[in-house]
């Protein structure tokens, strides 16, 4: 596209973001003409439809649409027919008097002397808007129209889709994203008035904070006894020195006591690393009311029936949308948010956010996340700290000591954070519910949730790699930034009910989020659609009904591994009674093996070993060129019934994002950007290769693996090529022969010495 066409096409869409349609529709109008370019003219074109629109010129509106139900592209001439049904009904009398707005939300920053956006606040019981979209990597699916780059729209609203696009996207929506650059939102009423819902048990929640806390404690204690006995036995080698006999003592009751008080002042020590690390500040409550009045309505009210004082508000300077919440007691509680989710949020989408952090409040699970949160911020630092002295160590045999240290932190920060995360899972269902009763907007969580999700890719994809700030804060965010990836960046190529198909009916998904910090986002929404269904309300989302059709032998070989612990015990038990028998008969005499008991820990490694190997064949299968599939992504997302075992051969092109340096030397942060979307990648690394994965960070390559579809989709790498013909081997295979072997081994040498 000739440069002052282009410029001519941005310049009539900001004009219509600003409001400007007589000159949209001056800008627009050659483009909608020329016969040169489709694209361009079909993106006028639907400009102008809106331009014409919001003017009041109905006819030209709809005379522009009849010429869009004669294109070529049948998806738009669907867009262009639901366009024209609507704009003939907005002539009758009744219609011409309602102003609809539709709102863009950008995902990037408006350029520094552009206007200032105004997002319509409304009370809690005004009609929201009927319809609302927002971009999502457009400036990738139509580089001529940044569309990506406008901070907001306005847009005459389209209805709601009646009938799928066959094999396309799904629903018009999507037809709409993939030629417009938008998403969709059905903006689902809220409702009126409703009847609370029934009291869930907190039980549960309750034991599984109490059971985080000991299980906290459990670990620091293991770890303070290794390190205390690492440095007296250092100590002891040394010579002219003495063990420290302190490092001799028990240090469970001083720990204990440690972390009781902790919990206590965990709000003003978090206030000063939050502040210190990343730049908190105090955020008044009237600037909170100049994005979301709702929001100040819900945490006035809320606390005054509860009798609480008002939690103090504080703001992190980041442009991915979170929120969290620390403090020991409800009268010194903190709510942090983002400059980002008050930017890419709307006004009931933001109450609805704040109202699951008074849910934490509530329901008392903040305090122990507080103390977690307490205990990993440093942790992490460090980890970032050492991380970055090998940076700057330029000698490899200096440098492997700090890569050594630096990621024995990474794996103490891990074991930390994964003491919470059956917590950090289950507390977000309770907050969920608390946010939707409060508010009586469940469909407006719904949108805060995808959003959050959208924001959070988009800083990824911005920034290329994973931010310090999304690492360390992500257990206490309502969403986790690795299930973003995929979710936020998918949403051109396919319906969101598509992709969380999965979450909601596959029958085996729970057990893929064993390791998740946070629980399916399908399985979230559907309970929100539930209580939207409750009150008789539309819902946000639609999902099927039935359950997807999975094999049990599949799932069985998925998990055949850690099915062969409990038939290690079995074995180990039919081990045990041979034995008691050959002594009771006289045949054999072992009495000093199966008196040991210690041969029960070798059966259980045989059994791993065992059932690693007979899952090994059908995990990585080998990679053909006549099975690979290519620009596959969109299909592999939409499938609800596979398994991570199904190991589908891929081979896609793409930008691989991640950390640089010794920070990523266990390659935790690699993600692959490719034109559908943002997938994470799993490497290992293979001694003695001279390419690194870290040299092609920031590079376009051809990723060829396995993909896996589970809670967080990925892809299992078999080769990482560049253009230039640079190949990174990455050996999942051998590993795993190399893992059961080992495990094999040593399970023999428990079972024979005893």
């Given at each position: 596209?000739?440069?002052h066409?282009?410029?001519?096409?941005?310049?009539?869409?900001?004009?219509?973001?600003?409001?400007?349609?007589?000159?949209?529709?001056?800008?627009?109008?050659?483009?909608?003409?020329?016969?040169?370019h489709?694209?361009?003219?079909?993106?006028?074109?639907?400009?102008?439809?809106?331009?014409?629109?919001r003017?009041?010129?109905?006819p030209?509106?709809?005379?522009?649409?009849?010429?869009?139900?004669?294109?070529?592209?049948?998806?738009v001439?669907e867009w262009?027919?639901?366009a024209?049904?609507?704009?003939?009904?907005?002539?009758k009398?009744?219609q011409e008097?309602?102003?609809?707005?539709t709102?863009?939300?950008?995902?990037?920053?408006?350029?520094?002397?552009?206007?200032?956006?105004?997002?319509?606040?409304?009370?809690?019981?005004?009609?929201?808007?009927?319809?609302?979209?927002?971009?999502?990597?457009?400036?990738?699916?139509?580089?001529?129209?940044?569309?990506?780059?406008?901070k907001?729209?306005v847009?005459?609203?389209?209805?709601?889709?009646?009938?799928?696009?066959?094999g396309?996207?799904?629903?018009v929506t999507?037809?709409?994203?993939?030629?417009?650059?938008?998403?969709?939102?059905?903006?689902?009423q809220?409702?009126?008035?409703?009847?609370?819902?029934?009291?869930?048990?907190?039980?549960?929640?309750?034991?599984?904070?109490?059971?985080?806390?000991?299980?906290?404690?459990?670990?620091?204690?293991?770890?303070?006894?290794?390190?205390?006995?690492?440095?007296?036995?250092?100590l002891?080698k040394?010579?002219?020195v003495?063990p420290?006999?302190?490092?001799?003592h028990?240090?469970?009751?001083?720990?204990l006591?440690v972390?009781?008080i902790?919990i206590?002042?965990?709000p003003?020590l978090?206030?000063?690393?939050?502040?210190?690390?990343?730049?908190?500040?105090?955020?008044?409550?009237?600037?909170?009311?100049a994005?979301?009045?709702?929001?100040?309505?819900?945490?006035?009210?809320c606390?005054?029936?509860?009798?609480?004082?008002?939690?103090?508000?504080?703001?992190?300077?980041?442009?991915?949308?979170?929120?969290?919440?620390?403090g020991?007691?409800?009268?010194?509680?903190?709510?942090?948010?983002?400059?980002?989710?008050?930017?890419?949020?709307?006004?009931?989408?933001?109450?609805?956010?704040?109202?699951?952090?008074?849910?934490?409040?509530?329901?008392?699970?903040?305090?122990?996340?507080?103390?977690?949160?307490l205990?990993t911020?440093?942790?992490?630092?460090?980890?970032?700290?050492?991380s970055?002295?090998g940076d700057?160590?330029s000698?490899?045999?200096?440098?492997?000591?700090?890569t050594?240290?630096?990621?024995?932190?990474?794996?103490?920060?891990?074991?930390?954070?994964?003491?919470?995360?059956?917590?950090?899972?289950?507390?977000?269902?309770?907050?969920?519910?608390?946010?939707?009763e409060i508010?009586?907007?469940p469909?407006?969580?719904?949108?805060?949730?995808?959003k959050?999700a959208?924001?959070?890719?988009?800083?990824?994809?911005?920034?290329?790699?994973?931010s310090?700030?999304?690492?360390?804060?992500?257990?206490?965010?309502p969403?986790?930034?690795?299930?973003?990836?995929?979710?936020?960046?998918?949403?051109?190529?396919?319906?969101?009910?598509?992709?969380?198909?999965?979450?909601?009916a596959?029958?085996?998904?729970?057990?893929?989020?064993?390791?998740?910090?946070?629980?399916?986002?399908?399985d979230?929404i559907?309970?929100?659609?539930?209580?939207?269904?409750?009150w008789?309300?539309?819902?946000?989302?639609?999902?099927?009904?039935?359950?997807?059709?999975v094999?049990?032998?599949s799932?069985?070989?998925?998990?055949?591994?850690?099915?062969?612990?409990?038939?290690?015990?079995v074995?180990?038990?039919?081990?045990?009674?041979?034995?008691?028998?050959?002594?009771?008969?006289?045949?054999l005499?072992?009495?000093?093996?199966y008196?040991?008991?210690?041969?029960?820990?070798?059966c259980?490694?045989?059994?791993?070993?065992?059932?690693?190997?007979?899952?090994?064949?059908?995990?990585?299968?080998?990679i053909?060129?006549?099975?690979v599939?290519?620009d596959c992504?969109?299909?592999?997302?939409?499938?609800?019934?596979a398994?991570?075992?199904?190991?589908?051969?891929?081979?896609i092109?793409?930008?691989?994002?991640?950390?640089q340096?010794t920070?990523?030397?266990?390659a935790q942060?690699l993600i692959?950007?490719?034109?559908?979307?943002?997938v994470?990648?799993h490497?290992?690394?293979?001694?003695?290769q001279?390419?690194?994965?870290?040299?092609?960070?920031?590079?376009q390559?051809i990723?060829?693996?396995?993909?896996?579809?589970?809670?967080?989709?990925?892809?299992?790498?078999?080769?990482?090529?560049?253009?230039?013909?640079?190949?990174i081997?990455?050996?999942?295979?051998?590993?795993?022969?190399?893992?059961?072997?080992?495990?094999?081994?040593?399970?023999?040498?428990?079972?024979?010495?005893g």
């Amino acid at each position: 596209m000739p440069s002052h066409a282009k410029s001519s096409l941005e310049a009539g869409l900001v004009a219509l973001k600003q409001g400007n349609y007589q000159t949209a529709i001056a800008q627009l109008e050659p483009i909608a003409s020329s016969q040169n370019h489709a694209t361009a003219s079909l993106q006028a074109q639907v400009g102008l439809v809106m331009a014409y629109a919001r003017c009041g010129e109905v006819p030209k509106a709809i005379a522009i649409s009849q010429n869009l139900i004669e294109s070529n592209n049948p998806q738009v001439q669907e867009w262009a027919t639901r366009a024209l049904e609507h704009l003939t009904k907005r002539k009758k009398p009744d219609q011409e008097s309602k102003n609809v707005e539709t709102g863009f939300v950008a995902f990037e920053n408006s350029p520094p002397d552009s206007p200032p956006v105004t997002t319509p606040i409304t009370s809690t019981l005004e009609e929201k808007p009927e319809d609302q979209v927002i971009e999502a990597k457009s400036d990738e699916t139509l580089p001529m129209v940044p569309l990506g780059r406008l901070k907001a729209t306005v847009a005459t609203p389209l209805p709601p889709p009646a009938t799928p696009l066959n094999g396309f996207m799904g629903s018009v929506t999507r037809t709409q994203a993939k030629l417009f650059g938008v998403i969709y939102w059905r903006q689902a009423q809220r409702a009126r008035a409703w009847q609370p819902l029934r009291k869930p048990k907190l039980i549960p929640l309750r034991l599984l904070s109490a059971g985080t806390f000991i299980a906290l404690f459990w670990v620091m204690r293991e770890i303070l006894k290794l390190a205390m006995g690492f440095i007296n036995l250092t100590l002891v080698k040394l010579p002219y020195v003495e063990p420290l006999q302190l490092l001799y003592h028990d240090p469970t009751q001083l720990l204990l006591l440690v972390l009781v008080i902790l919990i206590g002042v965990s709000p003003w020590l978090l206030d000063l690393l939050l502040a210190n690390l990343y730049g908190q500040r105090e955020f008044p409550k009237d600037v909170l009311n100049a994005h979301s009045r709702e929001a100040v309505r819900v945490l006035q009210r809320c606390c005054q029936q509860r009798h609480w004082p008002l939690p103090k508000l504080r703001i992190l300077p980041m442009a991915a949308p979170i929120i969290l919440t620390y403090g020991s007691l409800p009268r010194n509680a903190r709510i942090v948010v983002s400059q980002g989710l008050l930017e890419q949020l709307a006004d009931d989408e933001i109450a609805t956010i704040y109202a699951t952090q008074l849910g934490h409040i509530a329901h008392w699970d903040f305090a122990v996340m507080s103390l977690l949160l307490l205990v990993t911020l440093p942790t992490h630092k460090l980890y970032q700290q050492v991380s970055a002295l090998g940076d700057k160590i330029s000698g490899k045999i200096w440098r492997w000591p700090v890569t050594i240290l630096a990621s024995l932190i990474y794996g103490v920060w891990c074991l930390l954070t994964g003491t919470a995360l059956w917590l950090s899972r289950l507390r977000l269902y309770y907050s969920d519910r608390v946010a939707a009763e409060i508010t009586g907007n469940p469909n407006a969580l719904i949108r805060a949730l995808l959003k959050i999700a959208i924001g959070i890719a988009a800083d990824i994809e911005k920034q290329e790699y994973t931010s310090w700030q999304l690492e360390s804060l992500n257990l206490l965010t309502p969403v986790s930034h690795q299930q973003s990836l995929s979710l936020g960046t998918i949403a051109s190529n396919l319906s969101f009910e598509s992709f969380l198909k999965w979450d909601t009916a596959n029958p085996y998904r729970q057990w893929f989020t064993i390791n998740n910090s946070h629980p399916l986002m399908g399985d979230r929404i559907e309970r929100l659609c539930q209580i939207a269904r409750h009150w008789h309300l539309d819902t946000e989302l639609h999902f099927p009904s039935e359950p997807s059709k999975v094999k049990r032998q599949s799932f069985l070989l998925q998990i055949a591994p850690w099915l062969g612990i409990p038939l290690g015990i079995v074995f180990a038990a039919l081990v045990w009674l041979t034995w008691q028998l050959a002594f009771a008969l006289k045949f054999l005499n072992l009495k000093w093996i199966y008196e040991d008991w210690s041969f029960i820990t070798g059966c259980l490694l045989i059994g791993f070993s065992i059932g690693t190997v007979m899952r090994i064949n059908s995990f990585f299968p080998d990679i053909k060129p006549a099975t690979v599939q290519t620009d596959c992504l969109p299909n592999l997302l939409a499938d609800p019934c596979a398994l991570p075992i199904d190991s589908i051969s891929v081979r896609i092109v793409g930008k691989l994002l991640g950390r640089q340096g010794t920070s990523n030397s266990l390659a935790q942060d690699l993600i692959l950007q490719s034109s559908a979307g943002l997938v994470k990648l799993h490497h290992v690394s293979w001694l003695g290769q001279s390419v690194n994965h870290q040299d092609l960070i920031g590079r376009q390559i051809i990723v060829t693996g396995w993909f896996r579809r589970g809670a967080t989709p990925w892809i299992d790498i078999q080769t990482l090529e560049t253009q230039s013909g640079k190949t990174i081997h990455s050996p999942h295979p051998i590993w795993s022969i190399f893992l059961a072997v080992a495990a094999q081994a040593w399970g023999a040498y428990v079972f024979l010495s005893g």
